[in-house]
């Protein structure tokens, strides 16, 4: 008995001492992942938009990008081009009269890009300029044509773009070091006070996707591409840019409102998330590290981070990986809800509208005031659409901006009403973020 008792207590002392010794070893030996890039300087052009030729130089990255073209859904996202309409059923009325009415496709995979822009409806004929976040070539060919390059008509380059999102967006060949293409990437920074030569390695990691996974719009005279940030990220920022210098995308073939589009603002939602604010990139969770042989490399299969969520979110999370699908999906689920509950608020008084119209004889005034609120409201609504991951990447602002979309929409409905009444509608109170919190200097009183 007594021996037993020694036995099973030197057992013990042996496996603490295996065990403490291996995790002594294994961070001693397995030091913090630190890309081990090898270089190939001269190698690659620094022109070549051909990612099979980067490809020979680094065969593990290429064949993690060839996996790009895999499809699989997720929950509300994922790869599978399905037609929008069928998660959205109100898309072809809040849309009235503008391309995506007809074609609005679920995104899927980088290596798809330049096919998918080919295909696209008639109804939504692209401009040679929607190349820019289409293709490697679309920075060499700006350097060459410079300015002109954004009024160029969409045949003009139709045969000499054939590459589609590659290595050259995001790399430098010389040293595989990251940076940025897009011009207006680095304008609409510059015009934040930021320059993005001075970004961090960490910032990179998100500064590459902000080239494309944005807002954006067109100048009206010359097609200049421009980032509508200079007030800020908030879709309230967003909208007093365009309201200050007047621009819609299209009047609304129902209601005749001069309405905005608002297209995948990935970049801006994480910049205000939680995540975004604590220094988490889009590569930490869309190209985590992964195990090839017995190397680490960053994945280059962009794709949802639910199919990855062990490498993606367990580098800081401890949880499980089905609780970190359940908080994804959870917060999908209530944004989603808030979401259509906007959205159909926002068909009724598009409706309302119509009606009016219809009946003629309505107050101009209030007509004018229902097509504002309707236009402020399908701004909000769509962010939440455009944006392709249904609340995840910002939980609290789709609460607080749907919110408002859904006072919005009825207010165009209920001003649409008092038009066809012959009545004037007048605003109720506009409600501020933060209105009736104690201040700080109330809070201190207690301290
Ligand atoms: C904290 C992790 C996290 C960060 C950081 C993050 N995302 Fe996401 N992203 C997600 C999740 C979760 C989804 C939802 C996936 C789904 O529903 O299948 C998503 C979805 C997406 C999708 C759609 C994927 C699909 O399957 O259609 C795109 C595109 C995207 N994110 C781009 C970005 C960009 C660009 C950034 C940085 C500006 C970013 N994400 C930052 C977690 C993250
Ligand atoms: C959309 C942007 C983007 C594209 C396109 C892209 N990469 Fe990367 N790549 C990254 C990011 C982000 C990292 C991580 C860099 C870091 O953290 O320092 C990276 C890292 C790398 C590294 C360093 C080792 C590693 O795995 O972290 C190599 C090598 C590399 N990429 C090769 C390629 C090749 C080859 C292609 C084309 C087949 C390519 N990349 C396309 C964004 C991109
Ligand atoms: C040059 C423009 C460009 C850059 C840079 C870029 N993307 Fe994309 N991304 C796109 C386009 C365009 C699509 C949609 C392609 C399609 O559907 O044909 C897309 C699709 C995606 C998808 C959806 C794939 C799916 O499975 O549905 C994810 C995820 C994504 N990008 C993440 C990123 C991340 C993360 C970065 C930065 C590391 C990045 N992208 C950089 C343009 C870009
Ligand atoms: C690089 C570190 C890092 C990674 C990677 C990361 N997170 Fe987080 N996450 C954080 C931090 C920091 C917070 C803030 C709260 C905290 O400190 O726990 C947070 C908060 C959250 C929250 C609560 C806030 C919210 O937005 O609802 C959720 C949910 C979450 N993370 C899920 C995920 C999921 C899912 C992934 C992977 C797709 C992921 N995180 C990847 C660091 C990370």
Same mark, same amino acid.
């Given at each position: 008995?007594?021996?037993?008792?020694?036995?099973?207590?030197?057992?013990?002392?042996?496996?603490?001492?295996?065990?403490?010794?291996?995790?002594?070893?294994?961070?001693?030996?397995?030091?913090?992942?630190?890309?081990?890039?090898?270089?190939?300087?001269?190698?690659?052009?620094?022109?070549?938009?051909?990612?099979?030729?980067?490809?020979?130089?680094?065969?593990?990255?290429?064949?993690?990008?060839?996996?790009?073209?895999?499809?699989?859904?997720?929950?509300?996202?994922?790869?599978?081009?399905?037609?929008?309409?069928?998660?959205?059923?109100?898309?072809?009325?809040?849309?009235?009269?503008?391309?995506?009415?007809?074609?609005?496709?679920?995104?899927?995979?980088?290596?798809?890009?330049?096919?998918?822009?080919?295909?696209?409806?008639?109804?939504?004929?692209?401009?040679?300029?929607?190349?820019?976040?289409?293709?490697?070539?679309?920075?060499?060919?700006?350097?060459?044509?410079?300015?002109?390059?954004?009024?160029?008509?969409?045949?003009?380059?139709?045969?000499?773009?054939?590459?589609?999102?590659?290595?050259?967006?995001?790399?430098?060949?010389?040293?595989?070091? *990251?940076?940025?293409?897009?011009?207006?990437?680095?304008?609409?920074?510059?015009?934040?006070?930021?320059?993005?030569?001075?970004?961090?390695?960490?910032?990179?990691?998100?500064?590459?996707?902000?080239?494309?996974?944005?807002?954006?719009?067109?100048?009206?005279?010359?097609?200049?591409?421009?980032?509508?940030?200079?007030?800020?990220?908030?879709?309230?920022?967003?909208?007093?840019?365009?309201?200050?210098?007047?621009?819609?995308?299209?009047?609304?073939?129902?209601?005749?409102?001069?309405?905005?589009?608002?297209?995948?603002?990935?970049?801006?939602?994480?910049?205000?998330?939680?995540?975004?604010?604590?220094?988490?990139?889009?590569?930490?969770?869309?190209?985590?590290?992964?195990?090839?042989?017995?190397?680490?490399?960053?994945?280059?299969?962009?794709?949802?981070?639910?199919?990855?969520?062990?490498?993606?979110?367990?580098?800081?999370?401890?949880?499980?990986?089905?609780?970190?699908?359940?908080?994804?999906?959870?917060?999908?689920?209530?944004?989603?809800?808030?979401?259509?509950?906007?959205?159909?608020?926002?068909?009724?008084?598009?409706?309302?509208?119509?009606?009016? *119209?219809?009946?003629?004889?309505?107050?101009?005034?209030?007509?004018?005031?229902?097509?504002?609120?309707?236009?402020?409201?399908?701004?909000?609504?769509?962010?939440?659409?455009?944006?392709?991951?249904?609340?995840?990447?910002?939980?609290?602002?789709?609460?607080?901006?749907?919110?408002?979309?859904?006072?919005?929409?009825?207010?165009?409905?209920?001003?649409?009403?008092?038009?066809?009444?012959?009545?004037?509608?007048?605003?109720?109170?506009?409600?501020?973020?933060?209105?009736?919190?104690?201040?700080?200097?109330?809070?201190?009183?207690?301290?």
């Amino acid at each position: 008995m007594k021996n037993a008792k020694k036995v099973a207590i030197i057992m013990l002392v042996a496996i603490a001492i295996v065990m403490g010794g291996y995790i002594a070893y294994s961070l001693a030996v397995q030091p913090e992942y630190q890309p081990q890039i090898e270089v190939f300087p001269g190698q690659i052009a620094d022109d070549e938009a051909d990612a099979s030729v980067w490809g020979e130089f680094y065969p593990e990255h290429w064949e993690s990008y060839q996996r790009n073209y895999e499809m699989r859904p997720t929950r509300y996202n994922g790869s599978v081009p399905e037609d929008k309409t069928i998660m959205y059923p109100y898309l072809p009325i809040i849309y009235g009269g503008m391309g995506f009415a007809e074609d609005y496709l679920e995104d899927r995979g980088h290596v798809y890009s330049v096919e998918d822009i080919r295909h696209i409806h008639e109804s939504r004929r692209p401009l040679a300029v929607c190349w820019t976040c289409k293709s490697s070539q679309a920075h060499l060919i700006i350097e060459r044509e410079g300015v002109d390059y954004y009024s160029m008509a969409w045949g003009d380059l139709e045969e000499e773009v054939v590459h589609p999102i590659g290595c050259l967006n995001c790399h430098n060949p010389e040293d595989m070091s *990251l940076t940025v293409r897009n011009p207006a990437f680095i304008e609409a920074m510059d015009r934040l006070g930021i320059d993005v030569a001075d970004a961090t390695q960490q910032e990179m990691r998100s500064y590459v996707c902000g080239q494309c996974h944005v807002e954006y719009y067109f100048r009206p005279d010359d097609k200049y591409l421009i980032f509508p940030w200079d007030n800020g990220f908030h879709p309230d920022d967003i909208e007093r840019y365009f309201d200050d210098i007047g621009f819609n995308d299209w009047t609304h073939a129902i209601t005749g409102a001069e309405v905005i589009k608002i297209q995948h603002p990935e970049f801006e939602l994480w910049s205000l998330s939680t995540h975004g604010q604590a220094g988490v990139s889009c590569a930490d969770c869309h190209m985590p590290y992964v195990r090839v042989g017995n190397t680490k490399m960053s994945s280059h299969h962009w794709q949802s981070p639910l199919n990855t969520l062990n490498e993606s979110c367990r580098t800081c999370h401890i949880q499980s990986v089905d609780w970190l699908r359940q908080q994804v999906y959870d917060r999908q689920d209530k944004t989603k809800r808030l979401l259509d509950i906007a959205a159909y608020a926002l068909v009724d008084a598009i409706e309302e509208i119509a009606l009016a *119209l219809e009946e003629g004889n309505y107050n101009e005034q209030s007509l004018e005031e229902a097509r504002y609120l309707q236009r402020r409201a399908q701004l909000r609504v769509d962010f939440f659409i455009a944006d392709n991951s249904t609340g995840a990447h910002n939980p609290t602002l789709a609460l607080e901006v749907l919110g408002v979309a859904i006072e919005q929409a009825h207010e165009a409905r209920k001003a649409a009403e008092m038009a066809r009444l012959g009545e004037l509608y007048e605003a109720p109170r506009d409600i501020q973020r933060g209105e009736g919190a104690r201040d700080d200097a109330y809070l201190e009183q207690y301290n």
